[in-house]
């Protein structure tokens, strides 16, 4: 009797790039196991070692993430290999690798998919973003014995250079983002001169860093932010419109992050719609290093659209 072959549907075909994350999903837990093995039956320098190796396997198979057009699939598989790294930093706690993946990690979950519906939450996960990214900072020598020293701040990241930007980077965004969940708390607001520091030195040493983060942060930051308490809404266009012109206005999260700040604080509807009908109008396959985010980006939109009624 002859093989017959299945019909073909879109619920049983699975994109090489979901493959890829679910084949790095089994790798971590398989890898997680030899590790407890080797935590039992080793000493620490073979266990660092085998870190080190777990930290390069990971680091490499991030961008499979960003390319994934399932934000689902993504929200399933972040959490196991959050937890991962959490573990292999128990081993290797100075790992600058895995302290950067955590950092950058756990901001970018609780970004895309938890602070919208689960705010406090959210705000857990970000402290925990944080103290990582001062770990980094740390080992780097690049965080003052008073954290709340603003001229300490500046005498310290002058030294800083461009291959420190991912580490402040993601150190402020894990910062603004707990403070943008908490902003009742007076302690809060009074951590955003550090935060907007640190992000206006990543602007300064490499301006393109991750799709033009550093404008996109501080336009959000200075847009959002009351007029009264020192918000600049001036100065949040100028960054949003020079983050737009870096990334040829192809990531996506820029103008959401813009109609979600600047306009709504200026009271600008028409920007604020044509801003969200850019980003839902746009082509799937615009951008693809960066799919993850432009899905999320149009998710966000259409929920921002919906709400237009409540901002004005």
Not at 11 to 36: D, M, W, Y
Not at 272 to 289: F, G, T
């Amino acid at each position: 009797m002859k093989n017959q072959k299945l019909p073909v549907s879109s619920e049983n075909v699975i994109t090489p790039l979901q493959k890829r994350c679910r084949e790095l999903l089994s790798l971590s837990i398989r890898i997680g196991a030899i590790l407890f093995i080797f935590s039992v039956f080793s000493g620490c320098s073979v266990n660092r070692l085998a870190v080190g190796q777990m930290g390069g396997l990971m680091k490499d198979g991030f961008p499979a993430y960003m390319k994934e057009t399932d934000p689902e699939l993504v929200r399933d598989a972040m959490p196991a290999n959050l937890k991962l790294i959490e573990s292999l930093l128990e081993i290797d706690p100075d790992n600058q690798t895995l302290l950067m993946l955590a950092c950058q990690g756990f901001s970018a979950y609780a970004f895309m998919f938890i602070e919208e519906n689960d705010p406090t939450r959210a705000k857990k996960l970000y402290q925990r973003a944080k103290k990582y990214g001062f770990a980094m900072l740390k080992q780097r020598g690049l965080i003052p014995d008073n954290i709340y020293d603003l001229d300490a701040w500046d005498k310290i990241l002058s030294h800083a250079g461009k291959d420190d930007v991912p580490a402040i980077f993601w150190t402020a965004f894990a910062w603004g983002g707990k403070i943008q969940l908490d902003r009742e708390s007076p302690f809060s607001i009074a951590d955003i001169p550090f935060v907007i520091r640190l992000a206006e030195q990543t602007a300064t040493l490499d301006p393109a860093y991750w799709f033009a983060g550093p404008d996109t942060f501080l336009g959000f930051y200075h847009g959002n932010v009351p007029k009264p308490i020192g918000g600049k809404p001036e100065l949040s266009k100028q960054h949003f419109e020079k983050a737009l012109k870096l990334t040829g206005r192809n990531f996506l999260m820029v103008q959401v992050l813009y109609a979600r700040s600047y306009a709504i604080q200026v009271q600008d509807r028409n920007l604020y719609n044509a801003l969200l009908s850019e980003v839902i109008d746009s082509s799937k396959d615009v951008l693809p290093k960066a799919a993850l985010s432009n899905a999320i980006a149009r998710q966000k939109a259409k929920q921002l659209m919906k709400q237009s009624d409540d901002f004005f």
